[in-house]
């Protein structure tokens, strides 16, 4: 089963969605005749009826044989002509009967669910659920597979939102009402699918589809989902290239950021005549964060960062090491751990094939409310702030922020840890090894 690579999907949901409208409107149609049947002609079922159940049957065939728009069966001719014929052999008081007619529709249903898999792998692909890919296209393949059973496992396989039923029916019911109101139809959509419903943000990754499909006036809900599974395609073909840029950008950030160490501060000598200007939390260190040594206030060598907060009153220890060794050994892993970039896998060099040494991290910036709050949340440069710092204020502080604030907002790292540490201990003298 390969992709189809087409650039718009048949507007399956469109086809759904239209399907349950026109569904509810036939069964209130039908259930009127009834009680008329039963109010008029006074016939406790409507099957007795020679006069109601003709109408009835021709409502139903109409349902489906004379139906207007886009449904799931629309296209399915050979189906729709064999039901013709069925509920003509019904009207005509033939053998067959409706309990035939409804298990043949619900046959040509589940067929028409299989075909939408097999015609979109890609929506088996995007599933996190941990299923065998393989397993279920197989199932979808398998023709004595009952139904439940394969839905069931599909749903392990991509994933069963919870109250999805309750969701579905209250987007149909928010479809119904606006009926062609596309402006209307757009903002439902937006909604449904690109915002979280408990906070209203836009959920993670969506932005770009949000902003193509909200500027476009001929983009279907289809379409965007269709170039959501292109680029899931695409981003798998190329996992491996950027896990290598990864890697290769991790090591930079190890070694840039041991770098920016030595710059600022790769030797602090305590000298005695001037102690009284010195903290005394500076004598009372820690161990070597290597080797757990015992370490000479006299001659240590200690992470900027960490004594910088250390020293604005913060809940960080200090990190010390207690020789050139250890410090070599150990600072790519504390800073690592301690100090890396917060946007993670979001950092924008992750998508940048030219990293210079320069980017990092002699441009870190952090965010100005922590700093204050004496934490430090770091980013590897102003660009990737602007990318990732509204996420980090809204879900640590609780505050929106527009784009023009970023740059005030993201504070130069080194130039607040220099600062620092010159006026918590001006009787401290440091010897800085380029």
Known sequence: MGSTGKVALPEHWTELSA??????????????????????????????????????????????????????????????????????????????????????????????????????PQFLSVGEGGADQDELRAMLDDPVKRWEELTERIWEGVGKPANWEADVDSLTDQITAVKNDAAKLKQIYIDFFFKDSQTGEVVENAQQYLEAYAASDTMSIEQVIDRISQDHKASLMTEPQREHHRNRLDELRRAKMAFEQNRLQNKTRAQASQTPAVSQDLYNLPPCAVCTATVDPKDVLSCSVCQALAHMGGTRELTVWCSD????????????LEHDCESGDRCVQYDDEDIEMQDWTSNAVACKECIDQKRDTIYCSIGCAASNLARHRHERHGLKTAAYEIKK????????VEKTLKEANPGLKYTVIE
Request: a negative charge.
């Open 325 to 336: 060794e250890c410090f070599e050994r150990g600072v790519g892993d504390h800073n690592e």
């Open 19 to 120: 399907a349950r409208v026109h569904r509810q409107q036939c069964a209130d149609e039908v259930d009127a005749i009834k009680k008329a049947c039963l109010s008029e002609c006074e016939k406790e079922s409507v099957v007795e009826c020679e006069k109601c159940f003709p109408k009835v049957l021709d409502r139903m065939r109409a349902r489906y044989c004379d139906a207007e728009g886009r449904e799931w069966f629309s296209e399915r001719r050979a189906f729709l002509n064999e039901l013709d014929v069925m509920f003509t052999d019904v009207k005509d008081h033939r053998k067959i009967d409706l309990t035939s007619i409804e298990d043949s529709i619900a046959s040509e249903k589940e067929a028409w669910y299989r075909w939408v898999l097999r015609m979109y």
């Open 409 to 416: 907002l993201a504070v130069p790292l080194w130039e607040i």
